[in-house]
C-alpha cells in the first residue's frame, strides 16, 4: 500500500511538472523540428512510393485511416503546444492510473473507480481543445487589422512579403507568430501557395481561408490584391459581427441548458454536506449505487444532447 501510495503522489507531481514544463513555450530546437513536420509534403502532393496498408482487420484499417496521433499533433500545433505526442500520451497514462487508484480507494467500486480514471485520463485533451479554441479565437480577433495593415503596405508601394513582415513586427501572438512560421517557411524555399496551405493547417478558420484563396487567385490571374485584401477584411468583420449576434441571441439557451444539466450534480453535492443521512443510501446501499450510476449516464447523455441542439451551423 505505501508503494502504492507513494506510486501515485510521484505520477500527480511528475504530471504537474510536465505540465509547467509544457506550457512555458517551445525552445529553438523544438521550433525548427516543428517547422520540419508541417513542412512535410501534402497529402495532395505527388507520391511516388507504395504505401502497404496493414490488411489484419477492418479495426486495424479504421485506426490506420483515422490517424488519430497525427489529428493529436495537428490539435496541438493548433494550441500552441509543441511538444511530443509521447508526451502527452505518457501523462494521459499517469492521469489515468492515479484516477483508478483514488476512485477505488474512495468509491470502493470498480466502475466509479474506471469513471474516475476515465475522467482523469481525458483531462489533458480537453485542456488542448481548450488552449485551441482560445488560441483560434484570438487570431480570428486580430485578423481584421492584420488585413487593413497589410491593404496600407500594398497601397503604399511594398510587396506581399514585405508587408507580412510588417505583420510580424506589429502583432503579438498568435498571429505575429504564425506568420513568422509563414515567413520563414518562404525563406527556406518554400513556394507562398504551399506555406499558406500549411498556415491555414495550423490554423483552420474559414476568415483565414478566404485570404489565403485570395492570394492564389491574385497570384494566378493577377489582379490588384490591395483592394481584394481590403475588400476582405469588410466581409471578415461582418461575419465576426453575425457570429456574436448568433451567440448573444442563443445565450439563455446555452445558459439554461448548463443549468439543467448540472443542477442534479450540485443538488446531490449540497445534499451530501448538509445531510449525508439522505445521500448515504445512494453511496453505500446497491440498489442506490445502480441508481446512481444510471443518473449520471443519462445526465451526460442530456448534456451532449442540450450542446448538440445548441449548436447553430451558419
Known sequence: MDVIIASSIFAIVFVGAL???????ATGEQTREVLRRISRPAEDDLDITRRRRPQEGRLLKWVYEANLLRRLEESMWQAGMYTRVADVLLVMVLLFGAGLFFGQAFW??????????AVLGVIPLFYIQFRRTRRLRAFANQLPYALDLIKSSLEAGHSLQRALQVVVAEFADPLGSEFRTLLEQTRIGLPLPRALDDLLRRIPEDDLRLLVVAVKVQTQVGSSLAEIVGRLSEIVRTRQRLRLQVKALTAQARL???????LPLAILAVFSVIQPGYTNDLFYDPAGQT?????????FCAIVTIRWLLKVTY
Open 19 to 25: 505540465l509547467v514544463f509544457t506550457s512555458n513555450g
Open 108 to 117: 470502493h467500486d470498480t466502475w466509479f473507480a474506471m469513471g474516475t480514471a
Open 256 to 262: 439554461g441548458g448548463m443549468v439543467v444539466g448540472f
Open 291 to 299: 441508481i446512481l450510476k444510471t443518473a449520471a449516464v443519462l445526465d
